[in-house]
């Protein structure tokens, strides 16, 4: 019914950029919240940023200053722009979404597939 669809990940070096995209199809009503993941070899799935349908925004103490989340003008996108990586950004990072389904009473969270980041010189 819904599909969430990352890209945007690959190879970079400390200190480096990334945009990750996220894209949800499907029927779709309405999305309200939308977050990014990460999970790191080893290590639980963590929350790195997290935006409202209004355009609020919260971030991990790990990421404050250097990421931003944002949502796309039709609002079933969302990106996460990533500066002044280091190494231990290194993580596979997911797409989430809280989604209102047409047909259904309450929404819904779909996850993406993932895309894998690697910080490394």
């Known amino acids: 019914q819904v599909q969430l669809v990352e890209s945007g990940g690959g190879l970079v070096q400390p200190g480096g950029s990334l945009r990750l995209s996220c894209a949800a199809s499907?029927?779709?009503?309405?999305?309200?919240?939308m977050r990014w993941y990460r999970q790191a070899p080893g290590k639980q799935r963590e929350l790195v940023a997290h935006i409202t349908s209004g355009g609020s925004t919260n971030y991990a103490d790990s990421v404050k200053g250097r990421f931003t989340i944002s949502r796309g003008n039709a609002k079933n996108t969302v990106y996460l722009q990533m500066n002044s990586l280091k190494p231990e950004d290194t993580a596979v990072y997911y797409c989430?979404?809280?989604?209102?389904?047409?047909?259904?009473?309450?929404?819904?969270?779909?996850w993406g597939q993932g895309t894998q980041v690697t910080v490394s010189s």
């Open positions: 499907g029927s779709i009503r309405s999305i309200n919240a």
């Open positions: 989430s979404a809280s989604v209102w389904v047409v047909g259904r009473l309450q929404a819904y969270d779909y």
